[in-house]
């Protein structure tokens, strides 16, 4: 089993930053592949971000390539999502989740376990 935590969360002006962060329990950190959903109301549960097991690899939604960055640091069991250029339309409760196949994935279901969300807000 894994359990993942992310805070970071908040509310922030257009243009603004924010840096969410993941801790994760249970399981050998490095043995795992993390991704970063989104999930506005009333809406599907969006692809982000993710990296590979070792950091290496990194995947994006290609509208936020440039804006967002994800990372890892196996050592401290941390994952991080990077958000410069706050647009408003990026409001969403932010998930963070882990894959314990290889490999990065853009698809929900390909990821094994979920974080409980952390809610960005940004105003215009």
């Known amino acids: 089993q894994v359990q993942l935590v992310e805070f970071g969360g908040g509310l922030v002006q257009a243009g603004g930053s924010l840096r969410l962060s993941c801790t994760a329990s249970g399981r050998l950190f490095g043995s795992l592949a993390m991704g970063w959903f989104r999930q506005d109301s009333g809406k599907e549960r969006e692809f982000v971000a993710a990296v590979s097991r070792g950091g290496g690899v990194t995947y994006y939604a290609d509208s936020l390539k440039g804006r967002f960055t994800i990372s890892r640091d196996n050592a401290k069991k941390m994952a991080y999502l990077q958000m410069n250029s706050l647009k408003p339309e990026d409001t969403a409760v932010y998930y963070c989740?882990?894959?314990?196949?290889?490999?990065?994935?853009?698809?929900?279901?390909?990821?094994?376990?979920w974080g409980q969300g952390t809610q960005v807000t940004v105003s215009s």
């Open positions: 989740a882990a894959r314990t196949r290889p490999g990065v994935h853009d698809v929900r279901d390909e990821y094994d376990y």
